[in-house]
């Protein structure tokens, strides 16, 4: 008799296509004695494939279990110790799926955060608080979007404390949350408040969603005021600054402000491409200055979306062996282009790059000769021919041009600019991703 995950791959093969289920399902080995009923273990040989499995098939493989036990189970996706090539740091998954309580991604570390204008300022801070814990700024409040850093930035001050033997919690108020009731239930509070109260630093990642829960919010001001008092550190992230988390007591939001409230703002174009030649690093792959520069104007803000990206290049590299070259790299990220694509419009285009180069949408349609008018013009131009489905005719008359061979020649002179000029390029690259970032779900 086949385990149970045996059975759930069996059943996955005929659902994806077989290039898929050769190139990544078949490497998933269920682990039975680390399964429980509401936990699917599977090992995988590295952090590409466990990257690319969770993105792609964690959902599927849960909802097959689901089908057949009637229990959805939360899956989990592991490096395999043994027969991991490399050495730790460089296997690391970074996304990894942490057990409850204190462990820190080992590769999120100061030395792997690439420093920007963005977030130059919470580095600067987490530096500082990393040298003299306790001492600084207490609380460190680091906020920002998703995906900008935030966890990153919060266990490398960890790792650093962890690495000189000192205790570091690393939760989330979910967890807080179910600690507090497991032991108020179990009638062991002492060891509740044993265990966050006397350690020496306290990583609580997304504080937002102690918003509304009174009852954990009572309990998180007594544990801060415990580790303040005993200059111990406190490190807070949250997606907005305190004064904005509706449904939180007044007497936290003052506690929050009351260190130093750090921002993280969305990466400037060249931070991207360095984070991306830092990831590459990390999970060794390798892609040339152009194909780097693509993927940056792909990924939006969110940085985590990078990972899934070189998985994916890399993974469909290997399977077809050859080597990740920028038409190669286009190809596969397609689709996921094509995605946001779909629903493009001239309009939308024409707001996109006026507020990206500071001029008023009318002004692009106007007769204007003014320089950055018409350099506006041609770009506008050049991406609706390029990301709608309107004719050259279509163009003249809404753009206002004589007739279609001024978009012609627009088109041809803006592709000239592209094949030239690198940073140019880049830059069309960058909008006609940001047009497609605003497109309407
Ligand atoms: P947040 O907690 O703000 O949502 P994370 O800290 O989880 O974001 O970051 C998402 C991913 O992006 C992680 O893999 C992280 O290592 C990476 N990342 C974000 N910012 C940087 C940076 N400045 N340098 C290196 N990696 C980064
Ligand atoms: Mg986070």
């Known amino acids: 008799m086949n385990s149970i995950g045996k059975q759930v791959l069996n059943a996955l093969k005929g659902e994806i296509n077989e290039i898929d289920y050769q190139r990544y399902i078949k490497q998933l080995t269920y682990d039975e004695s680390e399964s429980k009923s509401n936990l699917a273990v599977f090992r995988v040989p590295n952090a590409l494939i466990a990257n690319w499995v969770r993105t792609k098939f964690a959902d599927k493989i849960a909802h097959l279990f689901e089908i057949k036990t009637n229990i959805k189970p939360t899956v989990s996706i592991l490096i395999q110790a043994s027969s991991a090539p490399t050495s730790a740091q460089n296997t690391a998954p970074l996304n990894m799926e942490r057990p409850s309580g204190s462990l820190l991604n080992p590769s999120y570390t100061f030395q792997n955060f690439v420093v920007g204008d963005s977030n130059n300022f919470a580095f600067i801070a987490a530096k500082n608080v990393s040298e003299k814990p306790g001492v600084v700024y207490n609380p460190l409040f680091i906020y920002g979007g998703v995906g900008l850093g935030k966890t990153h930035l919060m266990q490398s001050v960890g790792n650093v404390m962890l690495s000189q033997g000192k205790t570091v919690i690393y939760t989330s108020v979910e967890q807080f949350l179910n600690d507090f009731t497991r032991h108020l239930s179990n009638r062991t509070m002492d060891r509740f408040k044993d265990k966050y109260r006397k350690c020496d630093l306290l990583l609580i990642d997304d504080i937002q969603f102690l918003s509304n829960k009174n009852q954990i919010q009572e309990e998180f001001f007594h544990t801060f005021d415990a580790l303040r008092n005993e200059n111990k550190q ?28 750090a921002d993280i703002q969305p990466p400037e174009l060249e931070t991207k491409i360095e984070i991306i030649k830092k990831k590459c690093e990390i999970n060794r792959v390798k892609l040339d200055r152009e194909v780097i520069n693509y993927v940056a104007t792909i990924i939006e803000n969110n940085t985590r979306e990078i990972e899934g990206i070189l998985s994916k290049l890399n993974a469909y590299s290997q399977l077809m062996g050859v080597d990740i070259t920028i038409e190669f790299a286009r190809n596969v990220l397609k689709e996921q282009m094509a995605e946001k694509r779909s629903n493009i419009t001239t309009d939308l285009i024409m707001e996109t790059v006026a507020k990206e180069l500071n001029i008023k949408p009318s002004e692009i349609r106007s007769k204007s000769r003014n320089s950055n008018i018409v350099y506006a013009r ?63 779900e």
């Open 378 to 440: 041609r770009i506008a131009i050049y991406l609706s021919r390029s990301l709608t489905p309107n004719s050259m005719p279509q163009l003249a008359q809404y753009f206002g041009m004589k007739d279609h061979t001024a978009v012609s020649h627009t088109m041809k002179k803006i592709q000239e600019l592209m094949k030239n000029d690198e940073d140019f390029r880049v830059k069309i690259e960058e909008l006609s991703n940001k047009v497609s970032v605003a497109t309407p």
């Open 234 to 261: 406190i490190i807070i992230t949250s997606d907005k600054p305190p004064k904005k988390i509706g449904g939180l007591e007044e007497r936290l939001k003052s506690r929050f402000e009351s260190g130093l409230v």
